[in-house]
């Protein structure tokens, strides 16, 4: 289950990543994490300020285009899934 959850402190959306060993090498992870982090500062805007948000990257990211990884991240912080 992912949430979002809104601190009392209204400053701008804030950015966890999880990228465990299971996505790939040292070097997959920190490519996964750099795109995760180049998503989420473009849709910084879009989100409610305050908010703290989690990604969890699944292995399958390690080989997903950077297209792709952006269409999953904002279709689920949009909430166009619903």
């Known amino acids: 289950m992912s949430y979002t959850t809104v601190s009392v402190d209204a400053g701008p959306a804030r950015f966890g990543f999880i990228v465990s060993k299971q996505v790939g ?3 997959a992870r920190n490519t ?3 795109r995760l982090k180049a998503i989420s ?7 409610r300020p305050g908010s703290q948000v989690v990604i969890r990257a699944l292995p399958a990211a390690a080989d997903a285009p950077y297209e792709v990884l952006a269409g999953e991240v904002k279709r689920c912080l949009t909430g166009e899934h619903r």
């Open 25 to 27: 090498s040292a070097v």
């Open 32 to 34: 996964v994490r750099r």
């Open 41 to 47: 500062a473009g849709l910084v805007d879009e989100i």
